[in-house]
């Protein structure tokens, strides 16, 4: 079992929908990361949260760390927030030792 | 620079030959994640290093593949006689220290192994 599992694995939406993307991890962890890779591959960090919630643009980011699950939310979503939306976790093993663990990703497309 | 820098940005190979990748990550950033992708594939985690503590190597996939960063500059990841199943993009990712700062992630090398 994947440490981090992320819902849906696909998702379409037409342009102005409400997206929840979803993310649930097994172990304890000192961070999330929520990041963004467009086709061509070029990652890009959109929020790091280690409790509560917080806010970009028309991006939502929260987090419950008791129920160790995560939600990505996309406002008045627009086809060029097609793209796949990964969920990292970093997870200490020990000492200075650990890793950002990622889900497998949700490929999000949104229909004009 | 103001981001990871990621060197070559694309890289063709023989099968067999030896490839070095280099990354500069951000500057004071002590954490430094190799990471690599193969096509329609997740992230795959491969080294992280953290100061100038001992690397966690444990996702490095066979002894062809070696990386290094000499304190906290320039990482270089090895592939030694490369084979196709090497052909993946491979990112490198830096953070100001360990997991609970915000990790920069640079554009990768796209590596093609013929």
């Known amino acids: 079992k994947n440490e981090v599992e992320q819902s849906p694995q696909n998702l379409t939406a037409q342009e102005g929908e409400f997206i929840t993307i979803n993310c649930s991890y097994s172990?304890?962890?000192?961070?999330l990361h929520w990041l963004q890779q467009h086709p061509g591959g070029g990652i890009v960090s959109l929020f790091m949260?280690?409790?509560g919630k917080k806010k970009h643009g028309r991006l939502i980011a929260t987090i419950n760390i008791q129920e160790k699950h995560s939600s990505l939310h996309i406002t008045a979503s627009h086809p060029r927030d097609s793209a796949v939306y990964i969920c990292?976790?970093?997870?200490?093993?020990?000492?200075?030792?650990?890793?950002?663990?990622f889900g497998k990703g949700t490929k999000l497309s949104v229909k004009p | 620079g103001a981001g990871v820098s990621q060197s070559p940005s694309n890289k063709v190979t023989e099968k067999g030959k030896d490839v070095e990748l280099r990354c500069d990550p951000i500057?004071?950033?002590?954490?430094l994640y190799w990471y690599r992708q193969r096509l329609g594939q997740g992230l795959e985690f491969l080294i992280y290093f953290q100061g100038n503590s001992a690397p966690d190597k444990s996702g490095l996939p066979s002894d062809r593949f070696s990386a290094e960063r000499t304190g906290e500059s320039v990482s270089t990841l090895t592939i030694q006689r490369t084979q196709q199943e090497d052909s993946a993009v491979y990112l490198c990712?830096?953070?100001?220290?360990?997991?609970?700062?915000?990790?920069?992630f640079g554009q990768g090398t796209r590596l093609t192994v013929v």
């Open positions: 990712a830096s953070s100001l220290t360990r997991g609970n700062t915000e990790a920069f």
């Open positions: 500057s004071g950033h002590t954490a």
């Open positions: 949260l280690s409790s």
């Open positions: 990292a976790a970093f997870i200490y093993y020990g000492g200075s030792q650990g890793n950002l663990i």
């Open positions: 172990v304890g962890i000192s961070a």
